[in-house]
């Protein structure tokens, strides 16, 4: 596709619930962020692919956030028990295989999770 | 203390002025410094990039860098309209990963 992709747009859960947040990265690009941003703060990094594999996952916030990558492509963020603290924009973003200099991170439109 | 810390506004400004956002960092490793521009309900996109210290200018926006202060700059001249938006400083690390760290975010509004 033109762009990163991410699904669902809006998502609205009760507190408890688990809830799966998808994204599809810019085709070839190998390298996938997730990120959130919660009411008046800056984006929070929360795990980054290289590929299949996850060489920093040091943003997640406790155990109950998960992601996985397939086929080097699509990513999917989980989050279990879901509490209320949760609700906030998750924003995936993807770029092309990092080196020591700088590549752009294109960033999806996110998907806005509110916990009621 | 955040790592980097950004004046949230909101920047009210008219049309056609010059507008000056800032951030502020602590951690003198840093080596890239952005800016996204975030529409509402719009994912961020890249604006501009800069490498160690220096300016670099693109059209209305210029960037400014000063290691030895930990301080970056974003500068719009003649401002529109358009322009209204929540502008996001972000750094990196050199290195590998991509991994960045971001400002709280300014938001501007350019009014007619």
């Known amino acids: 596709g033109a762009g990163v992709s991410q699904s669902p747009s809006n998502k609205v859960t009760e507190k408890g619930k688990d809830v799966e947040l998808r994204c599809d990265p810019i085709?070839?690009?190998?390298?996938l962020y997730w990120y959130r941003q919660s009411l008046g703060q800056g984006l929070e990094f929360l795990i980054y692919f290289q590929g299949n594999s996850a060489p920093d996952k040091s943003g997640l916030p406790s155990d109950r956030f998960s992601a996985e990558r397939t086929g080097g492509s699509v990513s999917t963020l989980t989050i279990q028990r879901t509490q209320q603290e949760d609700s906030a924009v998750y924003l995936c973003?993807?770029?092309?295989?990092?080196?020591?200099?700088?590549?752009?991170?294109?960033f999806g439109q996110g998907t806005r999770l509110t916990v009621v | 203390q955040k790592e980097v810390e950004q004046d949230p506004g909101p920047l009210s400004v008219p049309e056609g002025a010059i507008v000056s956002l800032n951030c502020t960092y602590s951690n003198s490793a840093f080596q890239y410094f952005m800016w996204y521009r975030q529409y509402s309900r719009k994912g961020p996109e890249l604006l501009m990039y800069?490498?160690?210290?220096g300016n670099k200018e693109d059209g209305r926006f210029t960037a400014q860098v000063d290691k030895s202060s930990k301080y970056i700059s974003l500068f719009i001249r003649d401002s529109q309209p358009s322009d209204s938006a929540t502008y996001l400083c972000?750094?990196?690390?050199?290195?590998?990963?991509?991994?960045?760290?971001f400002g709280t975010g300014t938001q501007l509004k350019v009014e007619l």
């Open positions: 800069t490498y160690s210290s």
């Open positions: 973003a993807s770029s092309p295989r990092p080196s020591p200099r700088y590549t752009e991170a294109f």
């Open positions: 085709s070839g690009h190998t390298a």
């Open positions: 972000a750094m990196r690390l050199t290195g590998g990963g991509n991994k960045l760290t």
